[in-house]
């Protein structure tokens, strides 16, 4: 029997995806002749159907600014993943984050774990978000905690 198990092969070591790995990445998106967004990671893989990035920071022509650990897409940007969750912040300082995972399909944001956001007059706590990026209009699931300021 110990024979046997001498003989046996080893296991397979699990495929890395191939592609160009980087270092020290700055970012530049574009659409057209405009330009979209500018960032850093810290390294990035570069592969033919996307790409993967760690310790990402992207600003938006917007002005919006996206913080995540690990962040997957394509290379379109039509759709990306931050499984370790992120955290955005808006030119006029209204912020929010989680720590679940987080789905972009364009232009459609999902997250997967409790939301905080807060600035803006308010605070909001929720266990889910969708965000719609064209309507500008999110829908937090429950249950919600809000909490409103006025200027009165």
């Avoid at 046996?8 to 967004?37: F, K, N």
């Avoid at 266990?127 to 249950?143: C, F, H, M, N, W």
Wanted: charged letters at 20%.
């Amino acid at each position: 029997m110990l024979i046997i198990a001498a003989c046996s092969r080893p296991p397979a070591e699990t495929a890395q995806p191939r592609g160009l790995q980087l270092e020290g990445v700055t970012i530049t998106t574009w659409h057209g002749a405009a330009q979209t967004a500018t960032g850093t990671a810290a390294r990035a893989l570069v592969t033919p159907s996307g790409f993967y990035a760690e310790d990402v920071k992207l600003k938006s022509a917007s002005g919006v600014e996206l913080v995540a650990p690990l962040l997957d897409g394509a290379l379109d940007l039509s759709r990306a993943a931050a499984a370790d969750g992120a955290s955005v912040k808006t030119s006029d300082g209204c912020s929010g984050q989680t720590r679940g995972r987080v789905d972009y399909v364009q232009p459609i944001v999902r997250t997967e774990g409790p939301v905080t956001g807060g600035g803006c007059g308010f605070e909001l706590n929720g266990s889910k978000l969708t965000y719609d990026l064209v309507q500008r209009r999110a829908e937090i699931a429950g249950p919600v905690r809000t909490r409103i300021e006025a200027a009165r």
